[in-house]
Each structure stands twice: as structure tokens, then as C-alpha cells.
């Protein structure tokens, strides 16, 4: 039973770490307006924001991807664990 629970550990905690990374490129990226020279100003807190932004997608693709890996193994392993087991009928 603690084998299948840390079997699902790894995936949700990718997910997350993915979806926070996502949630980041989206702020700090895709909601704003960028004018030719690749910059964004926002008056209200005075800052000026740069299309750098993108960066954020790098880890928020990675930790997907490394989700979608460990849910794959977790599954395969499963089907064999469950394949192997001796039937009792």
C-alpha cells in the first residue's frame, strides 16, 4: 500500500510545481501588452517589465513533462505487479 501511495506522490507534486510554474509564465508573460522594444510598463506600481518573461515555461514544461513520466511508470509498473500476482480462483 505505501509502494502505490508513493507511486502517486511523485506525479501530484510535479503537477503542482508544473501548474505554479504555468500560473508564473501567465503573470509575468502572456497578460501583458509588450510595445516594440520588448518592454511593458505598469503605472500603478511603477515597474517596467520585460519580455523575459517567457523564461517560466521552461520548468512549468519540464515538470509536466516529468509528471507524465512518472505517472506512466507508475501505471506500467501496476499492470505488471498485477499480472505477476498469482490468481486464487
Same mark, same amino acid.
Given at each position: 500500500?505505501? +509502494?502505490?501511495?508513493?507511486?502517486?506522490i511523485?506525479?501530484?507534486?510535479s503537477? *503542482?510545481?508544473?501548474? !505554479?510554474?504555468?500560473?508564473?509564465?501567465?503573470?509575468?508573460?502572456?497578460?501583458?501588452?509588450?510595445?516594440?522594444?520588448?518592454? !511593458?510598463?505598469?503605472?500603478?506600481?511603477?515597474?517596467?517589465?520585460?519580455?523575459?518573461? !517567457?523564461?517560466?515555461?521552461?520548468?512549468?514544461?519540464? !515538470?509536466?513533462?516529468?509528471?507524465?513520466?512518472?505517472?506512466?511508470? *507508475?501505471? +506500467?509498473?501496476?499492470?505488471?505487479?498485477?499480472?505477476?500476482?498469482?490468481?486464487?480462483?
Amino acid at each position: 500500500m505505501l +509502494r502505490y501511495l508513493a507511486a502517486l506522490i511523485g506525479p501530484v507534486l510535479s503537477l *503542482a510545481a508544473s501548474a !505554479f510554474f504555468f500560473w508564473a509564465w501567465y503573470d509575468r508573460y502572456l497578460r501583458r501588452d509588450f510595445n516594440e522594444l520588448g518592454r !511593458f510598463y505598469d503605472p500603478e506600481c511603477l515597474c517596467v517589465y520585460t519580455t523575459s518573461g !517567457f523564461v517560466w515555461v521552461l520548468p512549468a514544461c519540464g !515538470f509536466l513533462l516529468l509528471a507524465l513520466w512518472l505517472a506512466a511508470r *507508475a501505471m +506500467r509498473r501496476a499492470r505488471v505487479c498485477k499480472a505477476s500476482a498469482p490468481n486464487d480462483a
